[in-house]
């Protein structure tokens, strides 16, 4: 019985030393947004945030939703 195997490798910006470092560039911007985003939303007064429907306890949830999406 005659077994073949390919293998293909293909080098893009996710794989090695450059996706590694892509992917902690990403995380250190991301983390830079949730900072941001959360700062700005507690410059809000509790009135301008009942506005909006959000309360202070949810900013971090409401940061970490809009940045990663979950």
Avoid: C
């Avoid at 900072?35 to 949810?58: F, H, I, P, Y």
Wanted: net charge positive; glycine share 8%; charged share 20%.
């Amino acid at each position: 019985m005659a077994y073949a195997n390919t293998t293909v490798f293909s080098a893009n910006a996710t794989s090695g030393i450059q996706g590694f470092t892509a992917r902690i560039a990403e995380g250190f911007a991301n983390r830079r947004l949730y900072k941001q985003t959360v700062r700005e939303l507690n410059k809000l007064s509790s009135r301008e945030l009942a506005d909006l429907g959000l309360s202070r306890a949810g900013i971090p949830a409401i940061a970490r939703e809009s940045v990663y999406g979950h």
